[in-house]
């Protein structure tokens, strides 16, 4: 069974299909789940071999290509749903005429259940490219929010890089994730934006390409401003790689300017601490304060050479 049906005439008003009345002037949305049993005998009986195969493909990307009188659509949208993240990516996909809407989804489409929900007021889509141009604007709107939603949280994460100190964000690396992931999927859907608007199909008017040029904009700002958050990202990674190696570096600097001087004093202690027959000094008290005076010498030659050499 379909999850939803409704007759939707040319004034937005949505009826259940009657079997004793005719369509009339306005068109039929059907509206399937992937899984739904029913779905492969009702494309078979109303939806031409290849749009049926594009409407059952189990990995779809996003497209529109003309079809006889019809077209073949594909889009995607940002996942709100509770079973994974925004960017693991939700797909609906179309088959349009001038009196039949289907759209088959496997996961909750929020802009269809809008929709759904503005065909029970009376409210719904004039026509079928009214149809694809609202959900157009229902997928881009949610995209352009959560594109938002993640430009401001890198703003936050390029805070960090005013403070040498801080270690590099945690959630930096999954960002950048969702960014990339985000990207590829939204680059395909600009491309089929405006595939589609080059259409030259006669259902859509004037107006409806006027506002699918809108949605093919925020498309390609949207496309725009994954590259620079990903770029920024990158940088802001690139920025706490180059502190740490720096602070590594100069770490390893003050280690070795150590050994540089403690290295002639080891020897020399090590030497006199020998435990054999004719060391100088065993007999003469004054020996251990004579040594320790030269170690003191030493220390104070080697900073002076290493000084004059500028290592310090």
Same mark, same amino acid.
């Given at each position: 069974?379909?999850?939803?049906?409704?007759?939707i *005439?040319?004034?937005g008003?949505?009826?259940?299909?009657?079997a004793?009345?005719?369509?009339?002037d +306005?068109y039929r949305?059907?509206?399937?789940?992937? #899984?739904? %049993?029913d779905?492969?005998?009702?494309?078979?009986d109303?939806? @031409?071999d290849? %749009?049926?195969?594009? =409407?059952?493909a189990?990995?779809?990307? %996003?497209r529109?290509?003309?079809? +006889?009188?019809?077209?073949?659509?594909?889009?995607?949208?940002?996942?709100l !749903? #509770?079973?994974g993240?925004?960017?693991? /990516?939700?797909?609906? &996909?179309?088959?349009?005429?001038?009196? /039949?809407?289907?759209t088959?989804?496997?996961?909750?489409?929020f802009?269809l259940?809008?929709?759904?929900?503005?065909?029970?007021?009376?409210?719904? %889509?004039?026509?079928?490219?009214?149809?694809?141009g609202?959900?157009?604007?229902?997928?881009?709107?949610?995209? $352009?929010?959560?594109?938002?939603?993640?430009a401001e949280?890198i703003?936050?994460?390029?805070?960090?890089?005013h403070d040498?100190?801080?270690p590099?964000p945690?959630?930096?690396?999954?960002? $950048?994730? /969702?960014?990339? &992931?985000?990207?590829?999927?939204?680059?395909?859907?600009?491309?089929? =934006?405006i *595939?589609?608007?080059?259409?030259?199909?006669?259902?859509? #008017?004037?107006g409806?390409?006027?506002? =699918?040029?809108?949605?093919? !904009?925020?498309a390609k700002?949207?496309?725009?401003?994954?590259?620079a958050?990903i *770029?920024?990202?990158?940088?802001?990674q690139?920025?706490?790689?180059?502190?740490?190696?720096?602070?590594? +570096?100069? !770490?390893?600097?003050?280690? #070795?300017?150590?050994?540089a001087?403690?290295?002639?004093?080891?020897?020399?202690?090590?030497l006199?601490?020998?435990?054999v027959? +004719?060391?100088?000094?065993?007999?003469? @008290?004054?020996?251990?304060?004579?040594?320790?005076?030269?170690?003191?010498? =030493?220390?104070?030659?080697?900073?002076?050479?290493? $000084?004059? /050499? $500028?290592?310090?």
């Amino acid at each position: 069974m379909p999850i939803c049906v409704f007759d939707i *005439a040319p004034d937005g008003t949505a009826s259940q299909p009657a079997a004793d009345r005719p369509l009339g002037d +306005g068109y039929r949305w059907w509206h399937f789940d992937l #899984s739904d %049993p029913d779905l492969p005998e009702f494309l078979a009986d109303h939806v @031409p071999d290849i %749009p049926a195969a594009a =409407l059952t493909a189990p990995e779809t990307r %996003p497209r529109a290509d003309v079809y +006889g009188d019809g077209l073949i659509l594909n889009l995607r949208g940002v996942n709100l !749903n #509770s079973d994974g993240p925004a960017d693991r /990516m939700v797909a609906v &996909r179309m088959w349009v005429t001038r009196s /039949m809407v289907v759209t088959v989804r496997m996961r909750r489409i929020f802009a269809l259940n809008e929709i759904r929900e503005r065909a029970e007021e009376g409210q719904g %889509p004039t026509t079928p490219m009214g149809f694809v141009g609202a959900l157009t604007a229902g997928l881009m709107g949610r995209v $352009r929010d959560t594109v938002f939603d993640l430009a401001e949280r890198i703003d936050a994460l390029e805070d960090t890089v005013h403070d040498d100190t801080a270690p590099l964000p945690a959630e930096l690396v999954e960002e $950048r994730r /969702m960014a990339i &992931r985000l990207r590829r999927y939204l680059g395909p859907q600009r491309d089929a =934006l405006i *595939a589609l608007l080059a259409t030259d199909t006669t259902m859509m #008017s004037q107006g409806q390409r006027a506002r =699918l040029r809108e949605h093919t !904009n925020l498309a390609k700002l949207a496309v725009e401003e994954l590259e620079a958050l990903i *770029a920024r990202m990158t940088a802001v990674q690139d920025h706490h790689t180059a502190q740490a190696a720096l602070a590594q +570096g100069r !770490n390893g600097y003050v280690l #070795s300017i150590v050994a540089a001087v403690f290295l002639p004093l080891g020897f020399l202690t090590g030497l006199f601490g020998v435990n054999v027959a +004719g060391m100088p000094g065993v007999d003469v @008290p004054w020996a251990f304060a004579a040594l320790c005076a030269g170690l003191v010498v =030493l220390t104070a030659a080697a900073i002076w050479v290493l $000084r004059r /050499m $500028r290592w310090i």
